[in-house]
């Protein structure tokens, strides 16, 4: 039996436990899935939209609780936390508000019948397992869109949001979703194995590392399941030219520094043109140390622990790895003299091929700058990863930096901007990113029934 743990990131102070699921309860959460499932698919789509609806109205409700548990439980800024939870709530009302006409019957050509049709329907109970990073929204963007749709969720997430995930599902319950249609269960990595072999359940969803969404896609694969899978990112970030170096280096600041550098789509690598290249990395390096780092719950920090010292001293060792590989450390890479898990804004420069920076994810506060001479360098760079999430291109020239993105091997390429996500916008990789795609239209088109009806009178 697993514990459910909240440790708080920013002292390093255990402040509660839960108690994990039993192996013995499996069973009977899969057949308590199956037969909430015969009585959620048969409620009218209208029904199943009103109660999203009412679970957005909740997440404003209730914002300052939902985003203070986050920032116990994995130190996020609080208006970063905030943010989430808002984010959370609109991905819920977008479902409410789009999602029934998205779930209409479609008439085709008939093609010699009365009439062909399509119609989506369910599929059955899903089991999601969802990382710490970004607690509300990763469950929002599975669940909104299959509890629309009629199929009901077993939800595990991180053991470290035990507190945030019980905080989700008496939202969802009080909002009209019956309780056996949407289970937080404080379950095992074994024990959603146990989950993926029992016949009720129909398909899986993963965000996390690849390694955990090769472990669940052969787990599935070998039960015949659906899965869809979000796994890890090596984001680049092009720049072409620039009119503002200082706002660039903010932008570019901001947008790795975020969440303390733990978001799968976050820019990780900064591939600039050699003529920029000085002044990029001078700038960058004097916005990471102007950042504050400290206490998530000051509304003066801009960026707060990473989720746990197990995390933070990861990040660490792979800093000092890179360093002894010969790359240059300009600034930070080491932990911060006080309790928690903080750790000093990174920049290197000079990885190459054969170090393990090169290929690998880091996920934490660390930004990587590359110099090109060219755009093909940068592209042919920025694909040279197993990865492919999303990546950014940017210019004064758009003409010019759309043709550059789309040469960019990922599921999301932005000009001028990175890693935006909104509700109505898909969100996927490909490569070793994962496969599937959630929000927008296309959540809706992941664990569907998308079932043909011919009528002929002969």
Same mark, same amino acid.
């Given at each position: 039996?697993?514990?459910?743990?909240?440790?708080?990131?920013?002292?390093?102070?255990?402040?509660?436990?839960?108690?994990?699921?039993?192996?013995?309860?499996?069973?009977?959460?899969?057949?308590?899935?199956?037969?909430?499932?015969?009585?959620?698919?048969?409620?009218?789509?209208?029904?199943?939209?009103?109660?999203?609806?009412?679970?957005?109205?909740?997440?404003?409700?209730? +914002? @300052?609780? !939902? #985003?203070?548990?986050?920032?116990?439980?994995?130190?996020?800024?609080?208006?970063? $936390? %905030? *943010?989430?939870?808002?984010?959370?709530?609109?991905?819920?009302?977008?479902?409410?508000?789009?999602?029934?006409?998205?779930?209409?019957?479609?008439?085709?050509?008939?093609?010699?019948?009365?009439?062909?049709?399509?119609?989506?329907?369910?599929?059955?109970?899903?089991?999601?397992?969802?990382?710490?990073?970004?607690?509300?929204?990763?469950?929002?963007?599975?669940?909104?869109?299959?509890?629309?749709?009629?199929?009901?969720?077993?939800?595990?997430?991180?053991?470290?949001?035990?507190?945030?995930?019980?905080?989700?599902?008496?939202?969802?319950?009080?909002?009209?979703?019956?309780?056996?249609?949407?289970?937080?269960?404080?379950?095992?990595?074994?024990?959603? +194995? @146990?989950? !993926? #072999?029992?016949?009720?359940?129909?398909?899986?969803?993963?965000?996390?590392?690849? $390694? %955990? *969404?090769?472990?669940?896609?052969?787990?599935?694969?070998?039960?015949?399941?659906?899965?869809?899978?979000?796994?890890?990112?090596?984001?680049?970030?092009?720049?072409?030219?620039?009119?503002?170096?200082?706002?660039?280096?903010?932008?570019?600041?901001?947008?790795?520094?975020?969440?303390?550098?733990?978001?799968?789509?976050?820019?990780?690598?900064?591939?600039?043109?050699?003529?920029?290249?000085?002044?990029?990395?001078?700038?960058?390096?004097?916005?990471?140390?102007?950042?504050?780092?400290?206490?998530?719950?000051?509304?003066?920090?801009?960026?707060?622990?990473?989720?746990?010292?197990?995390?933070?001293?990861?990040?660490?060792?792979?800093?000092?790895?890179?360093?002894?590989?010969? #790359?240059?450390?300009?600034?930070?890479?080491?932990?911060?003299?006080?309790?928690? $898990?903080?750790?000093?804004?990174?920049?290197?420069?000079?990885?190459?091929?054969?170090?393990?920076?090169?290929?690998?994810?880091?996920?934490?506060?660390?930004?990587?700058?590359?110099?090109?001479?060219?755009?093909?360098?940068?592209?042919?760079?920025?694909?040279?990863?197993?990865?492919?999430?999303?990546?950014?291109?940017?210019?004064?020239?758009?003409?010019?930096?759309?043709?550059?993105?789309?040469?960019?091997?990922?599921?999301?390429?932005?000009?001028?901007?990175?890693?935006?996500?909104?509700?109505?916008?898909?969100?996927?990789?490909?490569?070793?990113?994962?496969?599937?795609?959630?929000?927008?239209?296309?959540?809706?088109?992941?664990?569907?029934?998308?079932?043909?009806?011919?009528?002929?009178?002969?």
């Amino acid at each position: 039996m697993s514990t459910y743990v909240t440790a708080n990131p920013a002292t390093g102070q255990t402040e509660r436990e839960f108690p994990g699921l039993g192996d013995e309860a499996i069973a009977g959460i899969a057949d308590r899935s199956l037969a909430a499932y015969g009585q959620w698919r048969d409620t009218s789509v209208s029904q199943r939209a009103d109660a999203l609806a009412r679970t957005a109205e909740l997440y404003e409700k209730r +914002a @300052d609780e !939902l #985003a203070s548990a986050i920032t116990t439980e994995m130190g996020k800024p609080t208006k970063e $936390a %905030a *943010g989430e939870v808002q984010l959370a709530a609109d991905i819920y009302r977008w479902y409410a508000d789009h999602g029934p006409e998205l779930l209409a019957t479609e008439a085709l050509d008939p093609q010699g019948a009365d009439a062909s049709i399509v119609q989506r329907v369910p599929i059955g109970p899903l089991v999601g397992v969802m990382p710490w990073n970004y607690p509300y929204y990763q469950v929002a963007r599975f669940v909104a869109p299959n509890l629309l749709l009629g199929n009901t969720i077993i939800l595990k997430h991180a053991s470290i949001c035990a507190a945030s995930s019980a905080l989700m599902a008496e939202i969802l319950h009080d909002a009209g979703v019956p309780e056996d249609a949407y289970i937080n269960a404080y379950a095992s990595s074994s024990q959603i +194995a @146990d989950l !993926l #072999a029992n016949p009720a359940i129909r398909g899986v969803s993963l965000t996390g590392s690849d $390694a %955990a *969404g090769a472990a669940v896609a052969q787990a599935a694969a070998e039960n015949l399941k659906k899965s869809v899978l979000e796994l890890g990112g090596s984001d680049p970030f092009i720049l072409l030219d620039t009119a503002d170096m200082p706002r660039t280096t903010k932008i570019a600041a901001r947008a790795r520094l975020s969440n303390a550098g733990q978001a799968c789509n976050s820019p990780k690598r900064f591939i600039v043109l050699d003529g920029l290249y000085d002044d990029f990395v001078r700038g960058l390096v004097e916005q990471f140390e102007a950042t504050a780092v400290g206490d998530p719950a000051d509304p003066d920090t801009r960026m707060g622990p990473l989720s746990s010292v197990s995390a933070r001293d990861t990040v660490v060792e792979q800093i000092d790895t890179a360093v002894k590989q010969g #790359a240059t450390l300009h600034t930070g890479g080491k932990p911060l003299d006080r309790d928690g $898990a903080f750790l000093a804004p990174t920049v290197l420069t000079d990885i190459t091929p054969d170090m393990d920076a090169y290929s690998e994810e880091i996920f934490g506060p660390v930004a990587m700058v590359y110099k090109v001479s060219s755009a093909d360098e940068a592209v042919e760079l920025a694909n040279d990863v197993a990865f492919g999430l999303s990546g950014s291109v940017w210019s004064t020239d758009t003409d010019r930096a759309e043709q550059v993105a789309d040469r960019l091997e990922v599921g999301m390429a932005y000009i001028n901007e990175h890693g935006t996500t909104l509700p109505g916008l898909p969100f996927g990789g490909v490569k070793r990113s994962g496969y599937g795609r959630e929000l927008g239209r296309w959540g809706l088109g992941e664990f569907v029934n998308t079932r043909l009806r011919r009528t002929s009178s002969k």
